[in-house]
């Protein structure tokens, strides 16, 4: 149920109701309505040169633990927007999303996996992470990865480019 118990506008107790099976809760006059929804974000396998990049991230979830670039979309932004405006905010480097990898949801976030190369610009540690590295395919540390979803994708990608070669 939702964590909200007042409307926010005029702080009377909010309704808890149900839309097809689903809680939400309702400002009797109108005011505010919300529904408990996931946040959707996006992470990439940004591929250059046959090595992979993977952040040291500098904050939580994950911190001091190696991830792929990207993150939260922000509202109205389209997800193939927000990786790529992810990884430039987080390494400086523009990149082209070359195929969509799998969607994978949990409690509260959904999150897109794309594959992408890089087409441009500067390579640079943001404040989100501590270190930027390109790892070779058979250096990258599985055991230090922030993300069980990140470990499943890049074994997934690998088997995929196995099977391809």
Do not use: N
């Not at 952040?55 to 670039?69: D, H, I, Q, S, Y």
């Not at 082209?96 to 540690?125: K, M, N, P, S």
């Amino acid at each position: 149920m939702s964590s909200y118990r007042y409307c926010p506008v005029c702080a009377k107790p909010l309704l808890q109701l149900l839309y097809q099976g689903k809680p939400y809760v309702e400002c009797e006059e109108k005011h505010f309505l919300h529904y408990d929804t996931q946040a959707v974000g996006a992470a990439a396998i940004i591929v250059h040169e046959g090595k992979l990049l993977l952040e040291k991230r500098a904050v939580e979830p994950g911190k001091g633990c190696w991830g792929l670039l990207g993150g939260m979309a922000e509202p109205g932004e389209q997800i193939t927007e927000c990786v790529v405006r992810e990884v430039q905010e987080e390494s400086g480097l523009e990149i082209q999303i070359t195929r969509l990898l799998d969607v994978q949801g949990g409690h509260t976030t959904c999150v897109v996996f794309y594959e992408a190369i890089v087409t441009g610009g500067q390579l640079f540690v943001s404040s989100e992470s501590t270190e930027l590295r390109w790892y070779d395919l058979s250096e990258i540390p599985y055991e230090q990865l922030a993300f069980q979803s990140h470990l499943v994708m890049i074994e997934r990608w690998l088997s995929d480019i196995q099977k391809i070669k």
